[in-house]
């Protein structure tokens, strides 16, 4: 499986972005897919998960974030609005065949994409 992440850039605090993270490979056995992000010197951190099952969000974008997925295009969307500089992370899309344990870990998810620069100025 192969995750195509896209749609990072810069914005200014409260305005919004939408990430995309295409997948191409076995795709129908990816049953869990996800976003971390990854802030200059820090640790990747989870943000959300969706599944057949329901979405999950970090307590820090709930409200803010929305995460989609488009079945027919492999690919899942996540909707960033009122955006804050502690944002401002490589955002990395995530999958994993089944139910990733525990959900919040990156170490749980098998297959990663390159990360896409995300940048909210103040």
């Known amino acids: 499986v192969q995750l195509q992440a896209s749609g990072g850039g810069w914005v200014q605090a409260g305005g919004s972005l939408r990430l995309s993270c295409a997948a191409s490979?076995?795709?129908?056995?990816?049953?869990?897919m996800g976003w971390f992000r990854q802030a200059p010197g820090e640790e990747r951190e989870f943000v959300t998960a969706i599944s057949w099952s329901g979405v999950t969000y970090a307590d820090s974008v709930k409200g803010r974030f929305t995460v989609s997925r488009d079945i027919a295009k492999n690919t899942i969307y996540l909707q960033m609005n009122s955006l804050k500089p502690e944002d401002t992370a490589v955002y990395y899309c995530?999958?994993?065949?089944?139910?990733?344990?525990?959900?919040?870990?990156?170490?749980?998810?098998?297959?990663w994409g390159r990360g896409t620069l995300v940048t909210v100025s103040s």
């Open positions: 490979g076995r795709t129908s056995s990816m049953y869990y």
């Open positions: 995530a999958a994993h065949p089944t139910r990733p344990r525990p959900l919040t870990t990156d170490d749980a998810y098998d297959y």
